[in-house]
């Protein structure tokens, strides 16, 4: 089975690479982790290429450590950066061309325990992704 990790700063994108990497220790799956830098179209035309190249940066960084994190399970996973406006779209893409089989993700959510449960992102990609998505909180 091959397995593919969204990744961004974020402890439940850790709480992804450890269940992940479990997971693709049990039966030898390859990882893959990936890490989009998301850019604005508006803050390009005010900032130019630097708000990019911070997006990209911070995408980077948060690839390391989740490649650190694999790596303590004892997981040597791929890693990938990518770029562009729409993350979902960009991560059920990788999935797609990439014949991957699960992919395994964190949610952001910032609505509480009142609103909605599932960030943005992770919802989008469940119901768009070619794959099984689990969800991990």
Same mark, same amino acid.
């Given at each position: 089975?091959? #397995?593919?990790? !969204?990744? $961004? !700063?974020?402890?439940?994108?850790? #709480?992804?690479?450890?269940? @992940?990497?479990?997971?693709?220790?049990?039966?030898?799956? !390859?990882?893959?982790?990936?890490?989009? +830098?998301? &850019? /604005?179209? %508006?803050?390009?035309?005010? /900032? *130019?290429?630097?708000? &990019?190249?911070?997006?990209?940066?911070? @995408?980077?960084? @948060?690839? %390391? =450590? =989740?490649? +650190?994190? =694999?790596?303590?399970?004892?997981?040597?996973?791929?890693?990938?950066?990518?770029? *562009?406006?729409? !993350?979902? *779209? #960009? #991560?059920? $893409?990788? @999935?797609?061309?990439?014949? /991957?089989?699960?992919?395994?993700?964190? &949610?952001?959510?910032?609505?509480?325990? &009142?609103?909605?449960?599932?960030?943005?992102? +992770?919802?989008?990609?469940?119901?768009?992704?070619?794959?099984?998505?689990?969800?991990?909180?």
């Amino acid at each position: 089975m091959k #397995i593919l990790v !969204p990744v $961004d !700063p974020s402890d439940s994108a850790h #709480i992804a690479v450890t269940k @992940a990497a479990q997971m693709a220790k049990l039966d030898g799956s !390859p990882l893959t982790l990936l890490a989009v +830098a998301e &850019t /604005f179209d %508006d803050m390009e035309s005010l /900032f *130019g290429g630097e708000a &990019t190249e911070r997006m990209k940066e911070r @995408a980077s960084k @948060a690839l %390391d =450590a =989740a490649k +650190a994190l =694999a790596g303590a399970a004892g997981i040597k996973p791929k890693t990938m950066l990518k770029t *562009g406006v729409s !993350p979902e *779209g #960009i #991560i059920c $893409d990788v @999935a797609e061309k990439g014949g /991957f089989d699960l992919v395994v993700m964190g &949610t952001r959510s910032k609505k509480g325990k &009142t609103g909605l449960r599932l960030g943005s992102v +992770a919802s989008k990609v469940v119901a768009l992704a070619p794959c099984s998505v689990l969800v991990v909180r």
